[in-house]
């Protein structure tokens, strides 16, 4: 129930009533152990369909408690890490991002938040923060080449390899199986580049004429572009990567949340979105501000799925 009434917050604007029940639903999940949850349903006659229903609901739950932390500024409420590596939850089957971006996504809002806990009593590494953050900037990097790869493996050139050599390099990039669907190459890598811009502004702050904010925005933009459908399900990476936007890039952001609020009607967020980039924009003059700040700003506190 606590599920339907998200997706039915999120359908009308998603602006305050999520989170209770998110709270209610991670507070059930939270108690069981990935054990727990799969192996009860093993002694079941239609265990199949159990554990089709039991994945559906905890990649659900993974996916709003993680993407939240733009919105609540806290680390996720589950113990992510251990529930994106059961065997056979596949979150680019249902969601379209792979699962190892939804892991780095809830390590930049860990960091965040361990982040400002130690600012706040005074005892903050800027070394440590650094090296942390480097470690997901590498990892980050290396799946995005690895996706850019596996793109690549699946044009026409391809063909005028040998045989072994063809073999060799399927199998190099075959290690998800969702791999060769286009969409979920596109979708995960906006929603990889968009948490490197989440990641630089968890480091350096929200200044979007910084040069890796810069590089890692441009690289946002030309990756949504280059989808091969609507950019409907991509709007949290769109909220992050528009939000440190500058100069010409915010118009494109401008021209595509207006035309997704136009196709969507009342329903969804995409409105949503486009106040909190506008609001980041206006103040980019004076001092430039985060997706937080400006829900903060505006009142609001939006699950932007």
């Known amino acids: 129930m606590d599920l339907f009434l998200i997706s039915f917050e999120v359908l009308r604007g998603g602006g305050h009533d999520w989170q209770p029940h998110l709270s209610a ?10 054990i727990d949850v799969f192996n009860d349903s093993g002694c079941v006659s239609d265990a199949l369909h159990v554990r089709q229903g039991l994945e559906f609901l905890v990649v659900n739950v993974l996916w709003f408690d993680i993407l939240a932390c733009i919105s609540t500024g806290r680390a996720p409420q589950l113990p992510y890490k251990c529930w994106l590596d059961v065997d056979g939850l596949d979150t ?4 379209g991002c792979q699962s190892w971006i939804l892991a780095v996504i809830g390590d930049i809002a860990s960091l965040k938040q361990w982040k400002d806990e130690n600012r706040s009593k005074g005892s903050l590494s800027v070394r440590e923060l650094a090296s942390r953050a480097h470690e997901m900037e590498v990892h980050l990097e290396k799946g995005i080449e690895r996706i850019d790869a596996t793109t690549e493996v699946k044009e026409p050139w391809l063909h005028e390899k040998s045989a072994t050599d063809r073999a060799i390099l399927t ?3 075959s290690h998800q199986a969702m791999d060769s669907n ?7 890598r906006v929603f990889a580049l968009a948490a490197l811009v989440l990641l630089h502004v968890v480091v350096s702050g929200p200044i979007p004429t910084l040069p890796e904010i810069e590089d890692a925005v441009a690289r946002g933009i030309t990756a949504i572009q280059s989808g091969p459908c609507s950019s409907r399900g991509l709007v949290w990476a769109i909220c992050v990567i528009g939000s440190m936007s500058s100069g010409g890039a915010q118009s494109f952001f401008e021209d595509l949340l207006t035309g997704l609020v136009r196709d969507s009607g009342r329903f969804g967020n995409s409105a949503a979105v486009l106040k ?3 609001k ?6 004076t001092s430039s501000i985060d997706c937080a700040a400006a829900m903060s700003e505006l009142n609001m506190c939006a699950l932007l799925i």
């Open 92 to 95: 680019a089957n249902l969601m």
């Open 280 to 285: 980041c924009w206006s103040k980019q003059k």
């Open 25 to 34: 639903v991670t507070s059930v999940i939270g108690s069981r152990t990935p």
């Open 182 to 188: 286009p969409q979920v190459r596109w979708v995960s």
């Open 276 to 278: 909190i980039l506008r």
């Open 171 to 173: 199998e190099r990039f």
